[in-house]
């Protein structure tokens, strides 16, 4: 009621979630579907374990197998932790450096909507004759026209669409940062969690580029007889695996640097304690993301480029280890003598610290490029990447829900429910995945359906199929805890932690212009020094006035709308009977795209304007609220 | 607020020495522009007459266009202006990104074992 002002409230729920181009509802939109996305691949994954439990199981095909372990790995990374991730920047980070809005409202409410349709557009490919069955990295020759069948279509086009949402997203994210700090807030006075935000945008900008050339490349290959990935026209396929993995591995640190920002952020606020080592914390951010650009080679190892590419990459991976460490040891440092409360949030953030560890221990077996040969393609590489992931990224975010819960949804999630969940999640996990190091050293190769009896591997995998239930139970009682909360919690204030960022010196719920009086920002942790040095409320940096907020749209929509058609009319080019012509499907979805930007262009928007009395209304609300 | 927001720039809010600065910008860059435009010629030249041997056209190219590159960048897209250094900082770690990239696509591509 209090969190907006009469123009949105005169919109019916509906329009108003479509057109919205508010951050804290576009986050809440990018949260929902990014949990949609989670248990669906999550489920998959259930599945690939099950009929991994037994030897010579025919629970799935091997062809349903390879559907799944394409869909899990595509549907895992693209859409399924960047949206999670993108949820809490973008709610988080324009409260973090005191601002209204993201810079650009539109284009965020843009990327949230071209990457649910291009999820869409990758999960429709189940309908249509099977999901892309070539593994998340696509390699060619397998995804080429010749072997690779319509649902590789389905991942070129959709991770297209989706790609250029992530894109503009992450463009939108670097402006904000840079324009759109409060007064007082430097660049070196930033939350950590904004830091890594940053650099993670920064590397999407880079990275997702060569992505998007690359998908372009295998279309023109598939739908329009090119012949870069065809060695018997003259191709190569090993540009594919470069491109790929020149944006293959900036993503992973793209999807790990926001889970170190928000453990960063977690742990000095229930150790009672600034985060130590800030500056290098910010540096090892920075270092990690121009590393993270000079080691893709080393997901090629055993291709043949050469003994001294390996040597370099090899040399480049290590290196990595540096700033990662550098982490490791101020996260410890920042809990040493700490007032410690281990809640949820906090036995994520905590435990978060060894399991990476792990992952990184074995990153860094992995990056001996001549024992690698080894390692290559074994469930040895599975089990190290899913601890990153896992032990990193999930860990990171699902602590992160327990933290800015309150501040999202107005109270806060159950922490006895919380506990059970985390030790399930924790338990379950190294259940899983610690076995198939082991299971992967005697030789069990990855992407394969089956194996022999007798060989060693049965009572392991059967452990790990074990573990995979006690983390599904996990994940369940989390979806059961944010029911049970919604209905038993009671209403929190705007600060339930005593906290230090200034995310919390806002009410809760949040109105809709965040801040009525723009903060001025005195040191690093802003809102724990006013605790200490002033009356515990941010000082305003500019009178009461009437604050301008820009109009919800529905353009976001359809322009993503338009280019879901566009791209499904593509796909439909290598259908084997389409009902009515792939070029109408094409020309239908152009003309809504480009129609809905030309009417953006056109129609002058100056948005609107909240009174100074509403505001002041509103405020008064909230306060007695709070 | 509002009702400016249609009008020109220049007519709403630009002082006579905001003019007066945007007029000398704009002379620098018709310079630049001519420069740019020669410079190219000068390219074309080098291959097109006879008596400029290949051995010494393609270095002399490749240096007109690291010029032309660096007219580009900090002429045309303004990087030699104050208060820049985000877009400088952004366009220097692409170029430095770039190149390993252009180099592995290149060479690294299993033809030939470094």
């Known amino acids: 009621m209090v969190r907006e002002a009469t123009n949105t409230l005169q919109k019916s729920v509906l329009w108003d979630w479509l057109t919205t181009v508010d951050h804290k509802k576009l986050a809440v939109l990018y949260l929902i579907s990014g949990t949609l996305f989670f248990l669906k691949a999550g489920l998959m994954a259930v599945f690939m374990r099950i009929q991994l439990m037994f030897p010579m199981n025919d629970f799935l095909s091997g062809q349903t197998f390879n559907e799944f372990i394409t869909m899990h790995g595509t549907i895992m990374l693209f859409l399924a932790a960047t949206p999670l991730l993108f949820a809490f920047m973008n709610y988080i980070v324009p409260l973090q450096i005191g601002a209204r809005d993201v810079a650009f409202p539109f284009v965020n409410a843009l990327g949230f909507w071209l990457f649910f349709f291009g999820g869409i557009l990758v999960s429709l490919s189940w309908f249509f004759g099977g999901a892309p069955d070539a593994g998340w990295t696509s390699y060619v020759p397998l995804a080429s026209r010749d072997y690779g069948g319509l649902g590789i279509d389905f991942y070129v086009l959709g991770l297209q669409v989706s790609g250029i949402g992530t894109l503009v997203s992450g463009i939108n994210f670097i402006v904000t940062i840079i324009n759109m700090r409060a007064p007082g807030m430097t660049m070196m006075r930033m939350p950590l969690f904004c830091w890594t935000t940053l650099v993670t945008s920064i590397l999407i900008v880079f990275a997702f580029t060569p992505l998007a050339a690359g998908l372009a490349l295998l279309m023109l290959d598939r739908m329009f007889d090119g012949m870069f990935f065809i060695p018997g026209e003259g191709g190569n396929v090993v540009i594919w695996q470069h491109i790929f993995w020149i944006f293959g591995h900036p993503e992973v640190y793209i999807l790990v640097l926001p889970a170190f920002g928000m453990i960063s952020e977690i742990i000095p606020t229930f150790s009672k304690k600034r985060l130590f080592g800030y500056t290098a914390m910010v540096f090892a951010t920075l270092i990690i993301g121009f590393l993270g650009f000079m080691v893709w080679m080393h997901h090629m190892f055993t291709v043949g480029i050469g003994p001294i590419a390996n040597s370099v990459f090899a040399i480049a991976t290590m290196i990595i280890g540096i700033p990662t460490g550098i982490k490791i040891f101020n996260w410890l440092f920042t809990m040493w003598g700490g007032k410690l409360t281990f809640n949820t949030a906090m036995l994520c953030a905590s435990s978060f610290v060894p399991t990476f560890v792990l992952g990184g221990v074995t990153g860094v077996m992995l990056a001996m490029a001549p024992v690698d040969h080894l390692y290559h393609d074994t469930y040895f590489v599975v089990a190290h990447f899913h601890y990153i992931i896992l032990g990193g990224i999930v860990l990171g975010l699902i602590g992160a829900t327990f933290y800015w819960y309150p501040k999202m949804f107005g109270h806060k999630l159950n922490e006895t429910l919380g506990k059970i969940m985390f030790w399930m999640f924790y338990v379950g996990f190294h259940l899983t995945f610690f076995v198939q190091h082991i299971l992967g050293l005697i030789g069990m190769p990855r992407r394969v359906y089956t194996y022999l009896e007798d060989q060693g591997m049965d009572t392991m995998n059967m452990i790990s199929t074990i573990g995979a239930f006690v983390m599904s139970a996990a994940i369940i009682l989390l979806v059961v805890n944010i029911v049970y909360s919604a209905m038993k919690s009671p209403r929190e204030g705007g600060d339930p932690w005593d906290g230090r960022t200034l995310e919390w010196a806002t009410p809760t719920p949040v109105p809709e212009y965040n801040f009525a009086q723009t903060p001025q920002v005195r040191s690093l942790d802003p809102l724990f020094y006013e605790k200490i040095h002033g009356d515990g409320t941010m000082k305003p940096a500019e009178p009461i006035g009437d604050i301008h907020m820009p109009n919800g749209s529905i353009y976001p929509f359809t322009i993503s709308l338009g280019l879901f058609f566009a791209g499904f009319g593509f796909i439909m080019l290598n259908m084997e009977n389409a009902i009515i012509s792939p070029w109408i499907v094409i020309a239908v979805g152009g003309i809504i795209t480009f129609g809905s930007m030309a009417l953006h262009s056109v129609k002058e928007d100056h948005g609107y304007h909240i009174s100074k009395e509403t505001v002041e209304q509103m405020e008064k609300e909230v306060g007695t609220n709070g | ?114």
Do not use: C
Request: aromatic share 12%.
């Open chain 2, 1 to 114: 607020m509002g009702e400016n927001l249609s009008q020109p720039f220049e007519k709403s809010s630009m002082t006579p020495e905001e003019i007066r600065k945007i007029n000398r910008e704009q002379r620098i860059q018709t310079i630049a522009f001519g420069f740019m435009i020669a410079i190219t010629l000068l390219a074309f030249i080098a291959v097109g007459a006879d008596v400029v041997p290949g051995s010494f056209a393609i270095p002399f190219i490749l240096g007109l266009a690291g010029i032309q590159l660096f007219l580009q960048l900090y002429y045309f897209m303004h990087l030699k202006d104050k208060d820049h250094g985000w877009p400088n900082t952004f366009i220097v770690s692409g170029i430095v990104l770039v190149i390993p990239t252009i180099v592995a696509l290149m060479l690294l591509i299993g033809v030939t074992k470094y």
